[in-house]
């Protein structure tokens, strides 16, 4: 099964595709995985942020990036990946439901405003 990229409000989008999913009861662990990637040209983007509830996590320098939580019933949630120079995006809710496993890929636009540098504050305008 391909996975079609879901575009989002800001030139980004996200593809995701359920690798298990359990009919019978509602499973107890629920691992999430994926990539982080340039939308433009398909690179991997490594040590972006992605946000999942409260919780704040880190990709690695292969882009990829695991969590693991346990899976309540009727639960929902959505993930906002961060990469600085990039547009931030983030997923509809997804439902979790009799699910153990999910693979989000998300695929950044470059941010075309102006980086402000913060650093230099002796500079009057």
């Known amino acids: ?3 079609i990229l ?3 409000y800001n030139k980004g989008g996200y593809k995701i595709k359920i ?3 359990n009919s019978k ?3 107890i662990n629920l691992k999430i995985t994926g990539k982080v990637f340039d939308a433009t ?3 991997i983007l490594s040590n972006a942020q ?3 509830g409260c919780f704040k996590i880190q990709n690695s320098s292969q882009g990829e990036y695991t969590f693991k939580t346990n899976n309540l019933k009727n639960d929902f949630f959505y993930i906002e990946a961060i990469f600085t120079g990039y547009k931030t995006i983030q997923t509809d809710f997804i ?3 009799n699910k153990n496993e999910i693979q989000i890929d998300f695929y950044l636009a470059e941010d075309d405003r102006p ?3 913060c650093e230099d504050k002796t500079q009057a305008f």
Do not use: C
Request: glycine fraction near 4%; hydrophobic fraction near 40%; proline fraction near 8%.
């Open 1 to 3: 099964m391909e996975k």
């Open 6 to 8: 879901i575009p989002t």
């Open 19 to 21: 690798i298990e999913i």
């Open 25 to 27: 009861t509602n499973p």
């Open 41 to 43: 040209n398909g690179k």
């Open 50 to 52: 992605l946000v999942i």
């Open 95 to 97: 439902d979790l439901t």
């Open 115 to 117: 980086f402000i540098n």
